[in-house]
């Protein structure tokens, strides 16, 4: 079979999986949801899902089955919540808008992935590295680190989702505007940092080199601030349906120390075991807060 027949049919693998754990997490939240919170009813089909997607990664023997996960969630959360029953007082134009946005934002990242996505023969080199460490206990670190925890992490950030969404009913104000601009901003550099890389991977011939030119110029990770600000952003979408709200604050905030003190420091590690310049770039250049891009010395 050729490699192009290979990845239709691992992509025919991983929609399977994710349509099962789709299902599946419906028939969970159906029976969860009498007499339980909408929050307790989508974190266990969320749960049930991601266990299905699971058994699939361990049955196809990789862990980046998983990986298209952080964006199809959200997109099958949002409208689930904004066609609830508890969503009826919300205001109709915010749920559009919102879950308008979800859509975008998922349907770009998972664009993304699938993209560069190699198939079932590759996976990501975390896993790889992970395998020769953990040995036997793989598979209980991969539920526990690359399956379970990521779950919990987006599920948090969709928190600001159920007042968005659901239990809010404040007016549309000038903080859903405010919301607006910064989530579709986030999508906007997300979009632009992931083609930039794209771009440079494709015409990158040579060992060590560094993207430092467009958005990378000013951050050394643009598209993990992109990925940041969007759920910020929909954390000020929850705070105009609910001024008083606060629990979604948790999403955000979590999803940005996953970023900051752990994605950043392994991504800039890697980079400057392979790349001999990649320690001064880390000098001139800041991870995640933008500026001015300074030049090399001498």
């Known amino acids: 079979m050729s490699k192009a027949g290979n990845r239709a049919r691992d992509f025919g693998i991983v929609t399977l999986a994710y349509v099962a754990g789709t299902v599946v997490g419906w028939l969970v939240y159906r029976a969860v949801a009498p007499g339980h919170s909408s929050i307790v009813a989508f974190a266990a ?60 934002w998922g349907a770009r990242l998972t664009w993304n992935w699938a993209r560069g996505w190699h198939g ?47 239990t809010g009913t404040q007016p549309l104000s000038w903080l859903d ?33 560094i993207l430092d030119t467009g958005v990378w110029a000013y951050c050394r990770h643009p598209n993990y601030l992109g990925e940041i600000t969007f759920w910020w952003g929909l954390f000020l979408f929850a705070l105009a349906a609910d001024p008083g ?15 900051v003190f752990v994605s950043i420091p392994l991504m800039d ?12 770039h880390m000098n001139r250049v800041p991870a995640l807060f933008p500026r001015l891009p300074r030049k090399a010395k001498g």
């Open 245 to 259: 709200i606060r629990y979604p604050l948790v999403g955000p905030a979590w999803i940005t120390c996953l970023f």
């Open 120 to 166: 079932l023969g590759h996976e990501d080199f975390r896993y790889v590295d992970l395998r020769r460490s953990m040995g036997r206990a793989y598979w209980l670190v991969s539920f526990l680190g690359l399956h379970f925890m990521p779950t919990v992490c987006v599920f948090l950030g969709c928190l600001s989702l159920f007042p968005a969404l659901g």
């Open 269 to 280: 590690k890697r980079s400057v075991a392979r790349r001999p310049g990649y320690a001064d």
């Open 177 to 209: 505007a405010a919301a607006f601009v910064v989530t579709t901003g986030a999508i906007v550099l997300e979009t632009r940092a992931d083609a930039e890389l794209r771009a440079f991977r494709l015409r990158n011939d040579g060992p060590g080199r």
């Open 45 to 104: 089909a969320d749960a049930a899902a991601t266990v299905v997607v699971f058994v699939a990664s361990v049955l196809c023997n990789n862990s980046s089955l998983y990986d298209a996960y952080w964006s199809v969630a959200p997109m099958v959360i949002a409208p689930a919540i904004a066609m609830s029953p508890e969503a009826a007082g919300a205001p109709m134009s915010r749920r559009i808008l919102v879950t308008a946005l979800v859509l975008a």
